[in-house]
């Protein structure tokens, strides 16, 4: 594997053009990463640019294939779309990862892999679904709420009672209510995955709660769960809002976002703002 050639950011720039270059070349039953197009070469010169300033904003120097590391381009692609409509963030962010994967091919030695445009992809994905969810998501009188769901089904009531106490998304809720030896010892559950792989810090559980995993018998399956919570006007998320909202006062916000799984704090500004 190589380096881009050239001692300045502008001529690697004119190396990445000339290595993904392959006009007047048919791509038909091909599956390689070139630039095909005049389209795509104004794309990709615009995007190779852009990482370029970033770079030198950065205070980064040398080779501009080793900073494209999984944190770099993350934070680069963070900065450069945040702005941007939904589908042309998404589009941007395939959009590198193919230029990317092309200059691989072309035997330039990166770092980064496809999780770190996957993992932006569905945070893109996610941010644009959230959006159009109107405020007031936390549940008011959820104790009262909770309970009802009990009265309709003893283990939907559990999966809420987890979600509400631990501020768990529905799946890892179910996760631990289905393995709660996996999880749970001396009052504490750690080890539990979130969304992205990310590891849960450890959370304290409440005995009683604890009592209540052990006595469940026959676990529903999650879309049960969600059409439990339909007939009281609620959906699984809503547990997550009134989460945020009851704990606003007593951490500070790194800790907020931390207990919330959250990757980035303004997340859990946006869960605040919804609640």
């Not at 008011?140 to 089904?153: A, K, P, S, T």
């Not at 999880?183 to 792989?197: A, D, Q």
């Amino acid at each position: 594997m190589a380096n881009l050639k050239g001692g300045s950011f502008d001529k690697q720039l004119k190396d990445i053009h000339h290595r993904l270059s392959a006009f007047g070349v048919g791509r038909h039953g091909k599956s390689d990463h070139k630039t095909h197009s005049s389209a795509l070469a104004e794309k990709r010169t615009e995007m190779s640019k852009s990482f370029a300033n970033y770079c030198t904003d950065k205070g980064f120097t040398g080779k501009l294939n080793e900073h494209m590391t999984n944190e770099n381009i993350k934070d680069f692609l963070q900065e450069r779309t945040a702005n941007l409509a939904t589908t042309t963030q998404e589009n941007y962010a395939r959009g590198f990862d193919s230029m990317v994967q092309g200059l691989k091919e072309a035997n330039i030695d990166i770092d980064a892999n496809k999780s770190v445009f996957n993992d932006r992809v569905a945070e893109i994905k996610e941010n644009a679904q959230q959006a159009e969810i109107v405020t007031g998501r936390a549940i008011d009188n959820v104790e009262n709420v909770i309970q009802n769901i009990y009265d309709g089904r003893y283990e939907s009531g559990v999966i809420a009672d987890v979600q509400n106490e631990l501020g768990l998304r529905v799946a890892e809720a179910h996760e631990l209510v289905s393995n709660p030896q996996n999880y749970i010892s001396n009052n504490e559950v750690n080890g539990l995955v979130g969304k992205g792989n990310h590891v849960y810090d450890s959370k304290t559980i409440s005995p009683d709660l604890v009592a209540k995993i052990s006595a469940v018998q026959d676990i529903p399956t999650i879309r049960t769960y969600q059409n439990d919570l339909v007939k009281e006007g609620i959906n699984s998320h809503d547990f997550r809002f009134t989460y945020a909202n009851e704990h606003k006062d007593d951490m500070t916000r790194a800790e907020l976002s931390r207990e919330l799984n959250h990757e980035r704090e303004d997340m859990t500004n946006y869960y605040l703002a919804r609640g």
